[in-house]
């Protein structure tokens, strides 16, 4: 009953700058913790970034300095601003919601981000 939708990805060059946005609905609630995981081709998933309900902040090294991840819970959406693109940061970028008490996990369908000359 819970959904996530991700949008704003597309081609961008390197050295730019892009902002994916992730709506909830449904089941997932502002007390849930949010964050942003990708998915490059013929690799794992990985985490990128996550805010929880109470403002805590934590952002993979591979990306820090260069994305923030920020939340407006009464428009029940998720942010991820990139900036300083590089070529490693192509990826499937995934939304994830997880409850309070870690027993419900959703995840979004995903945005393709692709950086290219």
């Known amino acids: 009953q819970g959904q996530l939708v991700e949008s704003g990805g597309g081609l961008v060059q390197p050295g730019g700058s892009l902002r994916l946005s992730c709506l909830a609905s449904g089941s997932i609630f502002s007390t849930y913790a949010m964050g942003w995981y990708r998915q490059a081709p013929g690799k794992q998933r990985e985490f990128v970034a996550t805010?929880?309900?109470?403002?805590?902040?934590n952002v993979a090294d591979s990306v820090k300095g260069r994305f923030t991840i920020s939340r407006d819970n009464a428009n029940n959406t998720v942010y991820l601003q990139m900036n300083s693109l590089k070529f490693e940061d192509t990826a499937v970028y995934y939304c994830?919601?997880?409850?309070?008490?870690?027993?419900?996990?959703?995840w979004g369908q995903g945005t393709q981000v692709t950086v290219s000359s």
């Open positions: 994830r919601a997880v409850a309070g008490n870690g027993r419900h996990y959703y």
């Open positions: 805010y929880t309900s109470g403002g805590n902040i």
